[in-house]
C-alpha cells in the first residue's frame, strides 16, 4: 500500500500512535497520504474499522475519500466512518440530546433563511427593528446580527457567556447582539431547531457534561484522523480534544498557507499549534511529516504562489515545488473591465481553438461581483461556461421547498417551513391566509394540519380555491407525518413531495423555471438513498458544506473561496487589484489592528476580526496552485461597482510575487496575443489608441 508514495507521504501514512502533524502545500498528495493511512490501520495493522473515524471538510470529499480508501485498502476499509466534521457532530447530538439541553432528538437543522426569519422575528419582539419591515437597512441589520452570534457559536460560547457581568465590555453592534442571543436561542429551541454553527458546540456540551458519555463516545473512537485542519474552529477544536482525550491516536492533516475561514473563526497557524493545541495526543509522541512535493503545478507558478505567501509571519520559508518547468505567469493590464473581459474572453477561445477542453479553464475573483463582466463577454462570443453562485444544494429555492414539507413531517408546527409551502404548488393560500393558520397552530398548541382542517371547517379561507386547498394540503401534511413516524424511507417522502403533491410539474411549468430542476430532484434522491433515516437525510442536507462544484458544462467562472480543492489546466485571475485583492476589509484591518495596543485577533468574544492581510495572500496563493499548466493575473485603471466607477490599483501581490505590472493593454483583435503564458509586454498597447496620459500606478 505505500508504494509510490514519497518519503514524506510514507512516514505519515505509516506512522504509530500519538499526534501526527502533517503538513500538507498544494497538491501534494495529502488525499492519497490519508486513504492509505485508513487502509493501512485497517488491513495492515488489523485494526476495527469501526474504531477508524475521519474528518474532511465537505460531503463529497467524504464521499471521494471513503472510494479511494476502498480502492487501496478493499471492501473492509468501508466501514470506517469518514465525514464532516459537522456531521459527526449532529450524530453525537441524535444520541446525546437530553444532555446537549435539546428539547427531543428529532431536532432540525435551520437554514439560512430560516435563521434569518426566526431572528427577524425576534429582534422584531426586542423592539431592535419594525416587524414586518423589509427595508433593506433592516435585512442588513438581521445579517449582521445572524454573522455576529454564529461567530460566537463557532467559537464555542453559549448565551450565557454573552450575559452581563461575564462578558468583556463589547461595542453597541455586539451588545445588541448579546442581548439577542439568547432569545433567539430560545426561539429556536421551541421550534426543535438549532443553527449549523450551534453542532459542534452542543456536541462538546453533551460531551463535557456527564464523564460516562464522555467515556463511551471517546473509547470508541481509537484512531481519529482529520483532514484540512487548517479551517477548524475553537468549537470543533474542543469536540476534537474530547473525541480524541482516551486513545489519543489523532491525525492531522493540512496547511497553513490555505487556511481561508478565520471569518468562520479558524485558529491562526493551527499546524504550527497543533502540539500545543492537543497536549494529550503529543503527550504519547510527535510524529512530524512536510508533503512538499506538488503533483499539479508547474515550478514557474509554484515561485510566484511561494513568493506571496512567503510575506506573511512564518517560522520558515514556504517550500513548495514540482520539479516541471512551464510558462511565467502572465500579468496583463487594462482600462476597464470590460477590456479586461474581452482579453480573457479571446485567449480562452484560443486555448479551446487549440485543443483544451473548455472544462479545464476557469475565471476566478476574490468576490462573484466582479465576474459579471467576464460571463458577459463569455457569453457573447458563444464559449460555453457555468457561473458558479457558491450556494450549496441545500439553498437552491427547489431544495428548501421540498426539504420546508419534510420538516413539517418531523416539527408538524414548525411556522417558517409551513409559510413557506402554503402557496408552493399555488392552491389559494395567500400569506394572509398562512399567517392565520401559524397564529391558530400556536394558539391551540395543534400541528399545521389540524389548524388548516379546523380553519377550513370553519369557513375561515375566502373562497372555494382556498377551501379546497388547505383541506389537500392538510391531508398531504398528514400523510407525510404518518409516513415519517411510520419509518417510510427518505426516498419515498422526497418521492412524495414531488410526484404525489405534484410539486415537481408545478416547479417545471414556472416561467421562470430552471434548467437544474431535475438535477436539484435527482441530487435529493440520491442523498436519499445514502440516508434512508429521515434525520439523517436532513442533516446531510444542511452540513454538507459543499459550496461551488467544478462546473461540467463549460468555462469554470466562480469565486477564489469556491475553488479550495479544485483544479484545471488554465486559470486566470481578474481584479488583482487594491480593495479587491486584498479586500478593502482586509485593508481596514490591517491598519485596525495596527493601531490595537495588544493586537489581540484571536479573543472568542471577537466578531470583527477576520484574516487580513495575511489571509487575502493565502488566496492569492490558492488561486495560483489551481492551474496545472498556466495562469494569468489581469488588473484595470477604473473599474465600474454598483454603478460607479472609481480608480483601481494593482494588487500589492503583484509585486510581493515578483511580477511586473505592465503598460495598459486593450483587447482588441489586432491586440490579441499568440500564446498563453506568454509573459505580457507592451507591444500589445501600441496596436489600441491610447490616450497621451501617463499611468500612474
Known amino acids: 500500500m505505500l508504494e509510490g508514495l514519497d518519503s514524506g507521504q510514507r512516514v505519515a501514512a505509516s506512522a504509530g500512535g500519538g499526534l501526527v502533524v502533517a503538513r500538507a502545500g498544494a497538491g501534494t498528495g495529502k488525499t492519497r497520504m490519508l486513504t492509505t493511512r485508513i487502509a493501512h490501520l485497517v488491513v495492515g495493522c488489523g485494526e476495527d474499522p469501526a474504531s477508524v473515524l475521519a474528518t474532511t471538510f465537505t460531503r463529497k470529499a467524504a464521499a471521494e475519500m471513503t472510494e479511494r480508501a476502498v480502492q487501496v485498502g478493499g471492501e473492509a476499509v468501508r466501514a470506517v466512518q469518514i465525514r464532516t466534521i459537522d456531521s459527526i457532530a449532529a450524530r453525537i447530538l441524535r444520541r446525546r440530546w437530553a444532555e446537549a439541553g435539546l428539547p427531543s432528538r428529532d431536532f432540525l437543522i435551520a437554514d ?18 419594525q416587524v414586518g419591515d423589509e427595508a433593506a437597512v433592516t435585512r442588513e441589520m438581521v445579517r449582521d446580527m445572524g454573522r455576529r452570534i454564529a ?29 439577542t442571543y439568547p432569545v433567539f436561542d430560545a426561539a429556536l429551541r421551541g421550534r426543535s431547531m438549532v443553527e449549523f454553527s450551534d453542532l459542534c458546540r452542543l456536541a462538546g456540551n453533551a460531551l463535557e457534561a456527564d464523564p460516562n458519555v464522555l467515556a463511551e463516545e471517546a473509547e470508541a473512537v481509537r484512531w481519529l484522523l482529520v483532514d484540512e485542519a487548517q479551517d477548524i474552529n475553537l468549537a470543533q477544536l474542543r469536540l476534537l480534544r474530547l473525541l480524541s482525550s482516551h486513545h489519543c491516536n489523532l491525525t492531522l492533516v493540512g496547511d497553513d ?53 512567503d510575506y506573511n509571519t512564518r517560522p ?52 462573484g461581483s466582479v465576474l459579471e463582466s467576464t460571463a458577459r463577454a463569455l457569453l457573447l462570443r458563444g464559449v460555453p461556461h457555468a457561473v458558479q453562485s457558491g450556494s450549496a444544494l441545500w439553498d437552491r429555492p ?136 429521515l434525520h439523517e437525510f436532513l442533516a446531510e442536507l444542511a452540513i454538507g458544506g459543499d459550496g461551488e462544484e467544478r462546473s461540467t458544462d463549460g468555462v469554470h467562472v466562480g469565486t477564489l473561496h469556491g475553488s479550495k480543492g479544485l483544479e ?3 486559470v486566470f485571475l481578474v481584479a488583482f487589484e487594491e480593495g479587491v485583492l486584498p479586500s478593502k476589509r482586509a485593508l481596514d484591518e490591517a491598519s485596525n489592528v495596527q493601531s490595537t495596543p495588544d493586537g489581540d485577533r484571536t479573543s472568542a468574544y471577537r466578531t470583527d476580526a477576520a484574516g487580513g492581510l495575511e489571509e ?27 454603478g460607479v466607477t472609481r480608480p483601481a490599483k494593482p494588487s500589492r501581490f503583484i509585486a510581493e510575487g515578483g511580477l511586473t505590472v505592465p503598460r495598459q493593454q486593450f483587447a482588441t483583435p489586432q491586440a490579441r496575443p499568440a500564446g498563453f503564458g506568454r509573459p505580457a509586454t507592451s507591444a500589445y498597447a501600441a496596436a489600441a489608441p491610447v490616450k497621451k496620459k501617463r499611468l500612474v500606478w
Not at 117 to 128: F, K, N, P, S
Not at 453 to 479: I, P, S
Not at 620 to 632: E, F, K, N, S
Request: glycine share 8%.
Open 112 to 129: 439560512e433563511h430560516e435563521s434569518a426569519a426566526v431572528l427577524t422575528e425576534t429582534l422584531g419582539q426586542l423592539g431592535l427593528v
Open 151 to 179: 461567530r460566537w457559536k463557532e467559537n464555542g460560547l453559549s448565551p450565557v457567556d454573552l450575559v452581563d457581568g461575564v462578558r468583556p465590555r463589547l461595542g453597541q453592534a455586539d451588545t445588541d447582539a448579546a442581548q
Open 257 to 309: 498557507d490555505q487556511s481561508l475561514y478565520s471569518w468562520r473563526g479558524s485558529i491562526p497557524a493551527f499546524m504550527d499549534r497543533a502540539a500545543q493545541l492537543f497536549p494529550g495526543p503529543a503527550a504519547r509522541g510527535i510524529i512530524s511529516a512536510d508533503l512538499v512535493t506538488n503533483r499539479r503545478c508547474t515550478d514557474d507558478l509554484l515561485q510566484v504562489a511561494n513568493a506571496i505567501v
Open 316 to 367: 520558515e520559508p514556504k517550500v513548495l515545488a514540482s520539479g516541471r518547468q512551464g510558462k511565467p505567469v502572465d500579468v496583463a493590464s487594462f482600462r476597464d473591465e470590460n477590456a479586461e473581459a474581452e482579453w480573457v474572453a479571446s485567449r480562452i477561445q484560443e486555448l479551446i481553438s487549440g485543443g483544451t477542453p473548455a472544462t479545464e479553464i476557469a475565471v476566478l475573483a476574490r468576490m
Open 398 to 533: 427547489e431544495v428548501r421547498d421540498v426539504v420546508a414539507y419534510l420538516k413539517l413531517a418531523v416539527v408538524p408546527d414548525l411556522d417558517v417551513a409551513f409559510r413557506r409551502i402554503a402557496a408552493r404548488p399555488v392552491r389559494g393560500l395567500g400569506p394572509k391566509a398562512a399567517d392565520a393558520v401559524v397564529q391558530w397552530s400556536r394558539e391551540q398548541d395543534m400541528a399545521a394540519h389540524e389548524a388548516l382542517d379546523m380553519l377550513a371547517a370553519q369557513g375561515a379561507f375566502r373562497g372555494k380555491e382556498g377551501a379546497d386547498g388547505a383541506v389537500k394540503l392538510a391531508a398531504h401534511l398528514r400523510e407525510i407525518a404518518e409516513a415519517a413516524s411510520s419509518g417510510r424511507s427518505s426516498e419515498d417522502l422526497v418521492d412524495y413531495v414531488i410526484r404525489d403533491i405534484g410539486y415537481g410539474d408545478w416547479a417545471l411549468s414556472q416561467p421562470d423555471a430552471s434548467r437544474r430542476l431535475r438535477t436539484s430532484f435527482d441530487s435529493l434522491r440520491e442523498i436519499a438513498k445514502l440516508r434512508p433515516l
Open 568 to 570: 484545471w489546466d488554465h
Open 616 to 642: 487575502e495572500r493565502r488566496l492569492a496563493h490558492v488561486g495560483l496552485t489551481r492551474a496545472r499548466h498556466g495562469a494569468a493575473v489581469t488588473m484595470v485603471s477604473q473599474r465600474s461597482r454598483n
